[in-house]
């Protein structure tokens, strides 16, 4: 009886032994998946860190495209503005101060310049020679014409049409038209001043030029024609 005793309380020291060391493993099992949840859960946070990360600086860089191409268009805009600034000072300068242009008014200049021809003139140049073309203003009017005696020189008018400069007969090879006095407008013959000239159309027959209203002054000359542009070529 004392060795089945003995037996069976070893027995059972073995068996709660073995509980204990089954407990111990179901622990270590249990600790060993806790931290491998929260292994995975903060690799999963980690992620999400990283993906909000990214999507921020996909963001960031779409805002910086955006702001750039804005920049970009304001620049070429403001670079369009000024060359168009600077085109259209250019133009003011050069054909409100140094050139002009004016429509022929008439046909009173045909076949050199017809109604509507487009005339640009050198505003610097009063100083007119014999031949010159002009824009000038003159009794409320712009008129076009072509000089034909400048300051100094003596004018006449025969009555058989003939031009007279200085006692000399002037040969006219493109007027097909004699060249008559406007009587009661102007005696001959005309001594010019310094500053005047006489201009004459190339039409002869009833054309308001220096036989109709005299002299033409300096002052009123816009400028010498140097350009005609035909109104059919526009």
Do not use: W
Not at 78 to 95: G, T
Not at 177 to 182: D, I, L
């Amino acid at each position: 009886m004392g060795e089945a005793q003995n037996n069976e309380a070893v027995n059972n020291t073995e068996e709660v032994k073995n509980t204990e060391e089954v407990k111990k493993d179901e622990t270590k099992q249990e600790e060993t998946q806790s931290t491998e949840v929260k292994h995975t859960e903060n690799s999963s946070g980690q992620n999400n860190k990283e993906i909000r990360s990214g999507s921020q600086t996909v963001s960031g860089g779409k805002k910086a495209a955006k702001h750039t191409t804005t920049t970009r268009k304001l620049r070429y805009a403001r670079a369009f503005v000024m060359e168009l600034l600077s085109v259209i000072i250019i133009l003011y300068i050069l054909l409100g101060v140094v050139f002009g242009i004016s429509a022929a008014p008439n046909e009173d200049m045909y076949p050199v310049a017809a109604s509507g021809d487009l005339l640009i003139y050198y505003r610097f140049d009063k100083d007119v020679l014999a031949k010159d073309i002009i824009v000038f203003d003159i009794g409320g009017a712009t008129r076009v014409g072509r000089v034909v005696g400048k300051g100094g020189d003596v004018i006449n008018i025969t009555e058989d049409g003939n031009l007279v400069i200085n006692g000399n007969v002037v040969i006219e090879p493109n007027i097909h038209t004699a060249t008559y006095r406007f009587e009661g407008y102007v005696d001959y013959p005309v001594r010019l001043g310094s500053s005047e000239c006489f201009v004459l159309c190339e039409s002869r027959n009833g054309t308001e030029d220096s036989r109709y209203f005299g002299p033409v002054d300096k002052s009123m000359i816009r400028g010498t024609v140097f350009t005609i542009i035909r109104r059919n070529s526009l």
